[in-house]
Protein backbone atom coordinates (compact mmCIF):
# COMPACT_ATOMS: atom_id res chain seq x y z
CA UNK A 1 0.00 0.00 0.00
CA UNK A 2 1.28 3.35 -1.16
CA UNK A 3 2.01 6.67 1.16
CA UNK A 4 -0.81 8.90 0.92
CA UNK A 5 -1.42 12.24 2.56
CA UNK A 6 -4.75 12.10 3.41
CA UNK A 7 -4.70 8.75 4.55
CA UNK A 8 -1.61 7.73 5.74
CA UNK A 9 -1.01 3.96 5.45
CA UNK A 10 -0.24 2.40 9.25
CA UNK A 11 2.03 -0.20 9.42
CA UNK A 12 0.56 -2.42 12.49
CA UNK A 13 3.74 -4.03 13.50
CA UNK A 14 2.73 -6.79 15.27
CA UNK A 15 5.26 -10.11 15.61
CA UNK A 16 5.37 -13.04 18.05
CA UNK A 17 6.27 -12.71 21.19
CA UNK A 18 10.57 -12.94 21.04
CA UNK A 19 12.78 -14.92 23.89
CA UNK A 20 13.40 -13.22 26.85
CA UNK A 21 16.45 -10.48 26.34
CA UNK A 22 19.54 -11.16 27.80
CA UNK A 23 21.98 -7.98 28.61
CA UNK A 24 25.81 -7.82 29.52
CA UNK A 25 24.62 -8.19 32.92
CA UNK A 26 22.32 -11.36 32.22
CA UNK A 27 18.83 -11.77 31.53
CA UNK A 28 17.18 -8.46 31.53
CA UNK A 29 13.41 -7.60 33.59
CA UNK A 30 11.99 -6.74 29.93
CA UNK A 31 10.64 -9.20 28.10
CA UNK A 32 8.36 -7.38 25.56
CA UNK A 33 5.79 -9.29 24.26
CA UNK A 34 3.87 -7.99 21.01
CA UNK A 35 0.81 -9.38 20.52
CA UNK A 36 -0.11 -10.04 17.09
CA UNK A 37 1.59 -10.81 13.17
CA UNK A 38 2.61 -7.91 11.41
CA UNK A 39 0.41 -6.64 8.99
CA UNK A 40 -0.75 -3.63 7.55
CA UNK A 41 -3.75 -1.47 7.94
CA UNK A 42 -5.27 1.00 5.66
CA UNK A 43 -6.47 3.15 8.40
CA UNK A 44 -5.85 3.72 11.96
CA UNK A 45 -7.15 0.70 14.21
CA UNK A 46 -10.24 1.78 15.81
CA UNK A 47 -9.18 2.44 18.96
CA UNK A 48 -10.98 -0.15 21.23
CA UNK A 49 -13.35 1.02 23.52
CA UNK A 50 -11.18 3.84 25.44
CA UNK A 51 -9.75 2.80 28.73
CA UNK A 52 -10.51 -0.80 30.07
CA UNK A 53 -13.65 -0.01 32.39
CA UNK A 54 -15.75 0.34 29.41
CA UNK A 55 -15.10 -3.33 28.28
CA UNK A 56 -14.62 -4.90 31.78
CA UNK A 57 -14.18 -5.39 35.68
CA UNK A 58 -11.41 -3.60 37.76
CA UNK A 59 -8.95 -5.88 36.85
CA UNK A 60 -9.60 -5.11 32.64
CA UNK A 61 -5.83 -4.19 30.81
CA UNK A 62 -4.94 -0.73 31.44
CA UNK A 63 -3.92 0.74 27.50
CA UNK A 64 -2.12 3.45 26.82
CA UNK A 65 -0.97 5.41 23.39
CA UNK A 66 2.27 6.37 23.16
CA UNK A 67 3.85 8.86 20.06
CA UNK A 68 7.13 9.12 18.88
CA UNK A 69 7.69 12.52 17.26
CA UNK A 70 10.58 14.87 16.35
CA UNK A 71 12.45 16.18 12.69
CA UNK A 72 13.29 13.63 10.38
CA UNK A 73 16.09 11.29 10.46
CA UNK A 74 16.59 11.69 13.67
CA UNK A 75 16.46 8.39 14.48
CA UNK A 76 12.34 7.91 15.74
CA UNK A 77 12.01 4.31 14.08
CA UNK A 78 15.18 2.61 14.81
CA UNK A 79 14.66 3.62 18.75
CA UNK A 80 11.03 2.33 18.60
CA UNK A 81 11.84 -0.99 16.62
CA UNK A 82 14.74 -1.14 19.28
CA UNK A 83 12.57 -0.12 22.73
CA UNK A 84 10.38 -3.26 21.40
CA UNK A 85 12.36 -5.40 20.04
CA UNK A 86 11.14 -5.20 16.76
CA UNK A 87 13.66 -5.34 13.94
CA UNK A 88 17.34 -4.51 13.47
CA UNK A 89 18.74 -1.26 11.83
CA UNK A 90 18.50 -0.71 8.53
CA UNK A 91 18.94 1.87 6.09
CA UNK A 92 17.14 5.39 5.74
CA UNK A 93 13.22 4.64 4.92
CA UNK A 94 11.62 7.84 6.31
CA UNK A 95 8.29 6.91 7.40
CA UNK A 96 5.12 7.79 5.54
CA UNK A 97 2.88 8.75 7.67
CA UNK A 98 2.92 6.85 10.74
CA UNK A 99 3.79 2.96 11.90
CA UNK A 100 2.01 1.48 14.78
CA UNK A 101 3.89 -1.14 17.07
CA UNK A 102 2.33 -2.52 19.92
CA UNK A 103 3.18 -4.62 22.73
CA UNK A 104 2.88 -5.14 26.55
CA UNK A 105 4.96 -6.00 29.00
CA UNK A 106 5.00 -8.04 32.43
CA UNK A 107 6.92 -5.67 34.76
CA UNK A 108 4.42 -2.63 33.96
CA UNK A 109 1.96 -2.64 36.02
CA UNK A 110 -0.30 -0.27 37.67
CA UNK A 111 0.82 1.26 40.96
CA UNK A 112 -2.31 0.10 42.78
CA UNK A 113 -3.70 -3.39 41.03
CA UNK A 114 -0.93 -4.99 39.49
CA UNK A 115 -3.26 -4.70 36.36
CA UNK A 116 -1.13 -5.47 33.35
CA UNK A 117 -0.48 -3.17 30.30
CA UNK A 118 -0.79 -2.70 26.86
CA UNK A 119 0.73 -0.46 24.73
CA UNK A 120 0.74 1.03 21.25
CA UNK A 121 3.63 2.94 20.57
CA UNK A 122 3.10 5.15 16.98
CA UNK A 123 5.99 5.90 15.15
CA UNK A 124 5.18 9.48 13.54
CA UNK A 125 7.01 10.51 9.87
CA UNK A 126 8.75 13.43 10.71
CA UNK A 127 8.23 15.11 7.21
CA UNK A 128 5.99 18.40 7.71
CA UNK A 129 4.28 17.05 4.88
CA UNK A 130 1.85 14.63 6.97
CA UNK A 131 1.03 17.79 8.68
CA UNK A 132 -2.34 17.45 7.55
CA UNK A 133 -2.69 13.85 9.36
CA UNK A 134 -1.24 15.26 12.73
CA UNK A 135 -4.72 15.63 14.59
CA UNK A 136 -5.28 12.36 14.23
CA UNK A 137 -2.32 11.06 15.34
CA UNK A 138 -2.59 13.12 18.26
CA UNK A 139 -6.13 11.99 18.93
CA UNK A 140 -6.55 10.05 22.23
CA UNK A 141 -2.64 9.95 23.11
CA UNK A 142 -1.51 9.36 26.47
CA UNK A 143 2.19 10.48 25.76
CA UNK A 144 4.70 12.22 22.99
CA UNK A 145 8.32 11.20 23.33
CA UNK A 146 10.42 13.82 21.31
CA UNK A 147 13.22 12.38 19.70
CA UNK A 148 15.44 14.91 18.25
CA UNK A 149 19.60 14.49 16.85
CA UNK A 150 21.41 17.00 19.85
CA UNK A 151 24.44 17.31 16.62
CA UNK A 152 21.82 19.28 14.93
CA UNK A 153 21.30 22.73 15.65
CA UNK A 154 18.11 23.32 13.68
CA UNK A 155 16.64 20.51 15.78
CA UNK A 156 16.79 21.89 18.55
CA UNK A 157 14.76 25.00 17.08
CA UNK A 158 12.94 22.08 15.32
CA UNK A 159 11.51 20.54 18.81
CA UNK A 160 10.25 23.58 20.23
CA UNK A 161 7.34 23.19 17.02
CA UNK A 162 6.76 19.41 17.78
CA UNK A 163 6.19 20.42 21.79
CA UNK A 164 3.72 23.08 21.09
CA UNK A 165 2.13 21.20 18.56
CA UNK A 166 2.23 17.48 20.31
CA UNK A 167 2.06 18.78 23.55
CA UNK A 168 1.24 21.89 24.60
CA UNK A 169 -1.94 22.32 22.30
CA UNK A 170 -2.79 18.76 23.24
CA UNK A 171 -3.15 20.16 27.11
CA UNK A 172 -1.39 17.42 27.74
CA UNK A 173 0.62 17.36 31.36
CA UNK A 174 4.57 17.89 30.81
CA UNK A 175 4.98 14.62 32.85
CA UNK A 176 3.51 12.94 29.65
CA UNK A 177 6.38 14.42 27.43
CA UNK A 178 9.65 12.57 27.14
CA UNK A 179 13.05 13.91 25.27
CA UNK A 180 15.14 11.82 23.86
CA UNK A 181 18.32 13.33 22.49
CA UNK A 182 19.44 10.28 20.46
CA UNK A 183 23.12 9.85 18.87
CA UNK A 184 23.88 8.05 16.26
CA UNK A 185 27.04 6.12 15.88
CA UNK A 186 30.04 8.53 15.13
CA UNK A 187 28.34 11.32 16.36
CA UNK A 188 31.35 11.93 18.79
CA UNK A 189 28.92 14.10 21.10
CA UNK A 190 28.98 13.63 24.33
CA UNK A 191 25.86 13.35 26.58
CA UNK A 192 26.02 17.08 28.15
CA UNK A 193 22.53 18.38 27.57
CA UNK A 194 22.00 20.71 25.00
CA UNK A 195 21.06 24.33 25.73
CA UNK A 196 17.45 23.91 25.68
CA UNK A 197 14.91 27.25 25.98
CA UNK A 198 12.28 27.52 28.39
CA UNK A 199 9.61 25.44 28.57
CA UNK A 200 11.79 23.09 26.62
CA UNK A 201 14.18 22.40 29.28
CA UNK A 202 11.89 21.80 32.21
CA UNK A 203 11.08 18.23 30.44
CA UNK A 204 12.54 15.40 31.30
CA UNK A 205 15.74 14.76 28.79
CA UNK A 206 17.50 11.23 28.43
CA UNK A 207 20.09 10.36 25.96
CA UNK A 208 20.29 7.16 23.95
CA UNK A 209 23.42 5.65 22.36
CA UNK A 210 22.26 2.22 20.81
CA UNK A 211 25.96 1.16 20.60
CA UNK A 212 27.75 2.48 24.15
CA UNK A 213 24.58 2.18 25.95
CA UNK A 214 21.82 0.69 24.89
CA UNK A 215 20.39 -0.54 28.14
CA UNK A 216 20.01 2.74 29.48
CA UNK A 217 17.68 4.15 27.29
CA UNK A 218 15.47 0.99 27.75
CA UNK A 219 15.53 1.50 31.34
CA UNK A 220 14.51 5.11 30.82
CA UNK A 221 11.93 4.05 28.73
CA UNK A 222 10.47 1.69 30.83
CA UNK A 223 10.09 3.95 33.73
CA UNK A 224 8.48 6.64 31.25
CA UNK A 225 5.89 4.14 30.28
CA UNK A 226 5.57 3.55 33.89
CA UNK A 227 4.63 6.96 34.51
CA UNK A 228 2.22 7.16 32.01
CA UNK A 229 0.44 4.25 32.75
CA UNK A 230 -0.24 5.07 36.39
CA UNK A 231 -1.27 8.51 35.39
CA UNK A 232 -3.58 6.15 33.01
CA UNK A 233 -4.75 4.09 36.15
CA UNK A 234 -5.82 7.35 37.84
CA UNK A 235 -7.77 8.94 35.65
CA UNK A 236 -9.52 5.49 35.29
CA UNK A 237 -10.00 5.43 39.16
CA UNK A 238 -11.20 8.97 39.17
CA UNK A 239 -13.55 8.27 36.40
CA UNK A 240 -14.89 5.39 38.00
CA UNK A 241 -15.30 7.32 41.64
CA UNK A 242 -17.25 10.05 39.88
CA UNK A 243 -19.62 7.49 38.49
CA UNK A 244 -19.78 6.14 41.84
CA UNK A 245 -20.57 8.44 43.40
N1 LIG B 1 23.76 2.30 13.22
C1 LIG B 1 22.84 3.18 13.61
N2 LIG B 1 22.18 3.89 12.69
C2 LIG B 1 21.24 4.75 13.11
C3 LIG B 1 20.93 4.93 14.48
N3 LIG B 1 19.97 5.84 14.59
C4 LIG B 1 19.66 6.21 13.34
N4 LIG B 1 20.43 5.56 12.45
C5 LIG B 1 20.44 5.72 10.98
O1 LIG B 1 19.69 6.86 10.65
C6 LIG B 1 18.62 6.49 9.78
C7 LIG B 1 17.45 7.35 10.10
O2 LIG B 1 16.86 6.94 11.29
P1 LIG B 1 15.29 6.73 11.42
O3 LIG B 1 15.04 6.12 12.76
O4 LIG B 1 14.74 6.00 10.26
O5 LIG B 1 14.80 8.24 11.39
P2 LIG B 1 13.31 8.77 11.65
O6 LIG B 1 13.41 9.77 12.76
O7 LIG B 1 12.39 7.64 11.89
O8 LIG B 1 13.01 9.53 10.30
P3 LIG B 1 11.55 9.80 9.62
O9 LIG B 1 10.81 8.53 9.58
O10 LIG B 1 11.84 10.35 8.28
O11 LIG B 1 10.88 10.83 10.49
C8 LIG B 1 18.38 5.01 10.03
O12 LIG B 1 17.82 4.36 8.95
C9 LIG B 1 19.77 4.52 10.32
O13 LIG B 1 20.45 4.22 9.10
C10 LIG B 1 21.66 4.16 15.46
O14 LIG B 1 21.47 4.25 16.67
N5 LIG B 1 22.60 3.30 14.96
MG1 LIG C 1 10.82 6.91 10.84
Redesign the pocket.
Known amino acids: MRASARTPPLLVLRAAAPPTPVGPRGPLPLPWKRRQPIGWAASAPPRRGGFPRACGGPTAMLKAKILFV??????????ANFLTESSD???????QGVRILEFENPHITSNTKGTGCEFELW?????PKFESCWPALMKDSHGVVI?FNADIPSHLKEIEMWYSCFVQQQFLQDTQCLLIA????GSGSDKGNPSLPTPLNKLKLVHS???DDPEDIRLEFIKYLKSIINSVSESRDREEMSIIT
Open positions: GPCESGKTVLITEYNPTDCGGDVHHKPNLE
